[in-house]
């Protein structure tokens, strides 16, 4: 199975910030990397797929890039509804697997 | 689209634990997408468990980890999706998802979840 990492595994943050999220394969995956939010007791929400591209109705302060093995996932200018945590997926080879998730909170 | 998700809250050691997902929006036989399964624990964070789509005839793919246990069928009758995981132990304690399918991977439309509780 590919194995997924994430860093940091949480991180504070304020209001208007830029906030940085890595993920990393364990082996190459190409572009085949989407990206999720999500909320307490809710389910995940899909913001970016094919690494880069943003999924429709996601503002456009959520950005994806990144190839192969790393990736990262920025939030332009946090705000207050970006509080949440957020995975990365591989969908590159079955079976699918999950980052261990990203908890951004309020600083 | 729309994914209703049923199913019993609570599951004894042994037994089967069965969820279905009602589909509106869209059709179990739908050759654009796919039907999966997720669950999302603590310990094991979220697992995709596997997954069903219609291309000129019906396919399943299932995680290793629970091949041996574990049935998604679709019911295109009542246009569901359903799940059985057999020999249930407390380590299958979980919220559990259905999750559309699209393309190649990406999970574009989630059920709300189900807490599986599995204790005696």
């Known amino acids: 199975d590919i194995q997924m990492t994430q860093s940091p595994s949480s991180l504070s943050a304020s209001v208007g910030d830029r906030v940085t999220i890595t993920c990393q394969a364990s082996q190459d995956i190409s572009n085949n990397l989407n990206w999720y939010q999500q909320k307490p007791g809710k389910a995940p929400r899909l913001l970016i797929y094919?690494?880069?591209d943003l999924e429709t109705g996601v503002p456009i302060r959520f950005r994806g890039s990144g190839s192969g093995t790393d990736f990262t996932f920025t939030i332009f200018s946090l705000q207050p509804d970006d509080f949440a945590v957020y995975y990365c997926q591989q969908y590159d080879s079955l079976p699918y697997t999950f980052g261990p998730g990203t908890k951004v909170d309020i600083k | 689209v729309q994914l209703q998700q049923s199913g019993p809250g609570l599951v004894k050691p042994s037994q089967t634990l069965s969820l279905t997902c009602a589909i509106s929006?869209?059709?179990?036989?739908?050759?654009?997408?796919?039907w999966s399964w997720i669950r999302q624990s603590p310990r094991r964070g979220l697992e995709w468990l596997g997954r069903?789509?219609?291309?000129?005839?019906?396919?399943?793919d299932y995680a290793e980890s629970a091949k041996s246990r574990i049935t998604i069928k679709p019911d295109t009758s009542k246009n569901q999706v359903s799940l059985q995981l057999n020999s249930v132990t407390p380590d299958d304690t979980a919220i559990y998802y259905c999750?559309?399918?699209?393309?190649?991977?990406?999970?574009?439309?989630w059920g709300q979840g189900t807490l599986v509780i599995v204790s005696s």
């Open positions: 069903t789509y219609y291309r000129s005839k019906w396919n399943t």
């Open positions: 999750a559309r399918t699209r393309g190649t991977g990406l999970f574009d439309y």
């Open positions: 929006g869209d059709s179990v036989s739908t050759e654009r997408a796919g």
């Open positions: 094919d690494a880069t």
